[in-house]
């Protein structure tokens, strides 16, 4: 069964506190992104990776970084948190070619910045 | 970079009745067109995806069309049901080495019993 974890389901922070959103996969994808989700806004795009250490910028990635590491995991870094950051987080994983691109997400983390 | 319109953002039909939501992208080197069905509380899911070499594919109750010409796309979901009910998001994605999938807005498609 195909599996994106992400580490925290909600998070409290407060403002100008560095956070980390940690995203794991276990189906060896070399594509993860992360995702914003707003209520009128749809998924955003912040960041994506299409390998290790390999990163690209996505819709809206100012205010945040990412770390890969490892293949199989992908890390979001709210360098100074801010109010308007308060958000749902959705990690997701796919292949990068083939038939089968499917992406999977993870079930989200709610931050909420205070 | 890419950028994906979706419409009507909600959408509320009566059970039995067809819904249609439509969206139009921007780049016309994309070459695959997913829709996901997100449930309240849940994660996106994937229900049915498109390729550019292909004009509609079915599964079932789900239908997707492709005018390349026109760079937009349809979801069509005949004899809707009320577990039909959910936010539905559109994406666009060039393929190729990083496939980087660009999501519309979403609708939220009611289903009244």
């Known amino acids: 069964d195909v599996k994106v974890t992400q580490s925290s389901r909600y998070l409290v922070k407060r403002t100008g506190e560095k956070v980390f959103l940690e995203c794991v996969q276990d189906m060896d994808h070399e594509n993860m992104f992360w995702y914003r989700q707003d209520p009128g806004l749809g998924l955003r795009l912040i960041y994506f990776s299409y390998d290790v250490k390999m990163k690209e910028k996505g819709d809206i990635p100012e205010g945040y970084s990412v770390s890969r590491e490892k293949k199989e995991r992908f890390s979001l870094i709210l360098e100074s948190a801010s109010t308007n950051q308060t958000s749902m987080y959705l990690c997701a994983s796919s292949l990068p070619r083939g038939t089968n691109t499917e992406a999977f997400f993870g079930q989200g983390t709610r931050l909420t910045v205070v | 970079g890419e950028n994906v319109e979706q419409h009507p953002s909600t959408l509320s039909v009566q059970e039995g009745d067809s819904a249609v939501i439509k969206c139009t992208y921007s780049d016309s080197a994309s070459n695959y067109f997913p829709w996901y069905k997100q449930e309240l509380g849940k994660r996106p899911q994937l229900i049915i995806d498109i390729r550019s070499n292909v004009g509609e594919k079915k599964d079932q109750r789900i239908a997707v069309t492709l005018n390349k010409t026109a760079k937009h796309f349809s979801l069509h979901i005949t004899e809707t049901q009320p577990e039909d009910s959910a936010v539905y998001f559109c994406?666009?994605?060039?393929?190729?080495?990083?496939?980087?999938?660009?999501f519309g807005t979403g609708t939220l498609l009611a289903v009244q019993p």
């Open positions: 994406a666009a994605s060039k393929g190729g080495a990083t496939n980087k999938l660009i």
